[in-house]
């Protein structure tokens, strides 16, 4: 099992600029597609951007593309999520997760369970 801490969350102005970690362990943490997901209060949790294991693709929620940018660093079993220009509807909690692939990120069809992810507020 692929365990996940996120950190990286806050308070920020609109406008303004995060960068979200999540730090996997496991072995075969390299092995997977990584996500970033959010979820706001009193809304399902969506999908915001997906890489591959080698890092060579990325897929983005069309409300966050040219935004933000996801990387990873798999000797460091990172993912990195940069936050750029954000806006009072980013605001949510921020999970990431693992999957078979980008697709099935997307899908929401991950591998691990839910952990508390990290917060972000933007405010106007």
């Known amino acids: 099992q692929v365990l996940r801490v996120e950190s990286g969350g806050g308070l920020v102005q609109v406008g303004g600029s995060l960068r979200l970690s999540c730090v996997g362990s496991?072995?075969?943490?390299?092995?997977?597609?990584m996500g970033w997901f959010r979820q706001a209060p009193g809304q399902e949790r969506e999908f915001v951007a997906g890489i591959t294991r080698n890092g060579l693709t990325t897929d983005y929620a069309d409300v966050v593309k040219g935004r933000f940018t996801i990387s990873r660093d798999n000797a460091k079993n990172t993912v990195y999520l940069q936050m750029n220009n954000l806006k009072p509807e980013d605001t949510a909690v921020y999970h990431c997760?693992?999957?078979?692939?980008?697709?099935?990120?997307?899908?929401?069809?991950?591998?691990?369970?839910w952990g508390q992810g990290t917060q972000v507020i933007v405010s106007s």
């Open positions: 997760n693992s999957a078979i692939s980008n697709a099935a990120l997307i899908a929401r069809a991950v591998l691990g369970s």
């Open positions: 496991g072995r075969t943490y390299s092995s997977y597609s």
